[in-house]
């Protein structure tokens, strides 16, 4: 999962989560079965960023099988148990190149979403 827009843009914000739901080996992401996304125009604390990740993921066509899985920035650094209380699965930071290049993929679906909202 990915949010973009966490900054203020002329006193709004316009936060967009976006998760994607892949199916990856060890290396490399093999097929996206789905995404979800949703919007938020709170401030970017880590309450509202972790809401609105968890409406994203809500959104997915199929409850994710695997863990929901960010970059440490994503959630301000906090400890994975604190993020964790958010989502009805497991929840990790990045550990592999497939969840790297998972969220890399979220992260241009969050970014195009946001594109498209403005």
Same mark, same amino acid.
């Given at each position: 999962? *990915?949010?973009? =827009?966490?900054?203020?843009?002329? @006193?709004?914000?316009?936060?967009?989560?976006?998760?994607?739901?892949? !199916?990856?080996r060890?290396?490399?992401l $093999?097929r996206v079965? @789905?995404?979800?996304f949703?919007?938020?125009? @709170? $401030?970017? !604390?880590?309450?509202?960023?972790?809401?609105?990740?968890? *409406?994203?993921? *809500? *959104? %997915?066509?199929?409850?994710?099988? @695997?863990?929901?899985?960010?970059?440490? =920035?994503?959630f301000?650094?906090?400890?994975e148990?604190?993020?964790? $209380?958010f989502f009805d699965?497991e929840?990790?930071?990045?550990?592999?190149?497939?969840?790297?290049? !998972?969220?890399?993929?979220?992260?241009?679906a969050?970014y195009?979403?946001?594109? %498209? %909202? %403005?």
């Open positions: 999962m *990915d949010v973009s =827009g966490r900054h203020e843009e002329a @006193g709004e914000y316009l936060m967009v989560a976006a998760a994607v739901h892949a !199916t990856v060890t290396t490399y $093999q079965e @789905g995404m979800g949703a919007t938020s125009r @709170g $401030q970017p !604390t880590f309450e509202n960023v972790a809401e609105v990740v968890a *409406d994203a993921v *809500d *959104d %997915l066509p199929l409850p994710p099988e @695997g863990p929901v899985v960010a970059e440490r =920035g994503e301000y650094e906090e400890p148990w604190e993020v964790a $209380q699965t929840f990790k930071y990045v550990e592999s190149i497939a969840q790297r290049e !998972t969220v890399e993929a979220a992260h241009h969050a195009a979403a946001r594109k %498209l %909202l %403005l």
